[in-house]
């Protein structure tokens, strides 16, 4: 460990929650350089929903190697761009009625929204760019504009502008979407007209705030309305997460631009992407670029995810039946506990449970590391404890992490009521 805390800097987070060193992994599970064992419900904060070291997906990486495949290059054509490509049209756009070009960014989600604020902004010939509370968006700085997380913004050490911030869905039982239908009809109201409104429709980081169907299709009508893009950033939602390929699918809204990143590789690789709608598609050649703008690797793993988990809707079934049986666990814990929980928060296999307070939340993530298992918190005050395993995991895998959790639940009770007593 002593390398680390020479040389790495110490913005470093996840490894302060789970000091050891990592040395292999398999499907849900981590391995130590000691041989500990790990039931991993992290999944790199939703970059391996179909697990680690995945064997088909490892298998087709290595033939692509071994056959000397193109690892990099920049963005010129290539055999494996053309198969992720075609896969994307076949499993994911064709089924359900899209048609998107596709802009391959940086390797980085908050790359890809980069390169959405700044399309949107170059198309329309507007600066603004309306944003919602809890969102989390990036940490480079046009992405950070539209974060809501002071943690994260006050890292900036600049102002952060062009962004007007509205209510989520629910949030402090404001209507937002009312308030801003309103600023916007008023020349007075001081709201320059947007050039895009940017959402997660299920905020991950901001605390697993879901977005219900009904407020998409209000926002949705009202963006058209008002000639605003549409920006869905999917990149933590997206892939599966939420039980549909795209979070936003069950709204039946279609945005004008949809980011993704993280699982989108399949293996965990650096990939990210913008699916624009193509009368939107106004680049001029090389306006955003970058040197790994071509991750060839990562396409080769990202059409064999799409090819075998999205051909037909098994993959699906066996999210919503995995997140029935977290959700099971949830309701009867917060049940039994009132004291400890307020209630279930999410929706398909991106869900958790509301802890009445930080301390708590961070207590059961501990004990549940202590126990074994990997898991992280979300919320703005790190309330919620987040069950993020890969999308992969076997129903047996499942019950030993829910059995898990359920016993550093107990633990924490224990604590927690003799304290009180």
């Not at 680390?4 to 050891?20: A, G, H, L, T």
């Not at 600066?127 to 809501?148: E, K, P, Q, W």
């Not at 129903?395 to 992490?401: D, S």
Request: net charge negative; hydrophobic share 40%.
């Amino acid at each position: 460990m002593d390398i680390f805390k020479k040389r790495e800097s110490q913005v470093r987070s996840y490894s302060n929650s789970f000091p050891v060193v990592f040395k292999k992994a398999k499907g849900c599970w981590l391995e130590t350089d000691q041989g500990e064992r790990y039931l991993d419900f992290l999944a790199g904060a939703g970059s391996l929903n179909y697990g680690h070291n995945n064997p088909v997906l490892k298998q087709a990486l290595l033939e692509y190697i071994e056959a000397d495949g193109i690892t990099h290059g920049l963005d010129m054509h290539s055999d494996a761009k053309a198969m992720f490509l075609k896969s994307l049209q076949r499993y994911i756009l064709v089924p359900r009625d899209l048609d998107y070009k596709v802009q391959f960014t940086g390797p980085t989600g908050t790359n890809a929204v980069e390169a959405a604020l700044k399309l949107a902004r170059k198309v329309t010939g507007r600066s603004n760019i309306v944003a919602f509370t809890n969102g989390f968006h990036g940490c480079t700085a046009g992405a950070l504009a539209a974060t809501g997380n002071q943690h994260h913004r006050g890292g900036n050490g600049a102002p952060l502008s062009n962004v007007t911030r509205i209510p989520f869905d629910g949030y402090a039982n404001i209507d937002g979407l009312a308030f801003f239908e309103t600023m916007l009809s008023d020349n007075s109201s001081g709201m320059d007209k947007p050039a895009a409104v940017l959402l997660e429709t299920v905020q991950g980081e901001g605390g697993l705030n879901v977005a219900s169907n009904e407020w998409l299709q209000r926002l949705s009508k009202l963006c058209k309305a008002h000639d605003i893009l549409l920006i869905v950033d999917d990149i933590q939602a997206g892939c599966g997460r939420t039980g549909t390929f795209f979070s936003f699918e069950p709204s039946g809204i279609k945005p004008d631009m949809v980011t993704l990143s993280k699982s989108i590789g399949g293996y965990g690789l650096p990939m990210a992407i913008v699916l624009l709608k193509p009368e939107l598609d106004k680049w001029k050649p090389g306006e955003h670029n970058g040197t790994f703008r071509g991750n060839n690797h990562a396409f080769v793993t990202a059409a064999k995810a799409l090819e075998i988990y999205w051909a037909n809707d098994q993959f699906a079934t066996h999210i919503g039946q995995c997140s029935e049986m977290v959700s099971n666990t949830i309701q009867r814990l917060v049940k039994r506990y009132p004291e400890l929980f307020v209630q279930q928060k999410g929706r398909g296999m991106m869900i958790g449970i509301e802890c009445r307070n930080g301390d708590l939340s961070d207590e059961i993530a501990k004990t549940c590391f202590e126990l074994g298992m990997v898991i992280e918190t979300a919320g703005p005050d790190d309330e919620i404890v987040k069950f993020f395993c890969p999308l992969t995991i076997t129903e047996q895998e499942l019950e030993q992490g829910l059995s898990i959790f359920e016993n550093a639940v107990e633990s924490v009770a224990t604590k927690y009521f003799k304290k009180a007593s």
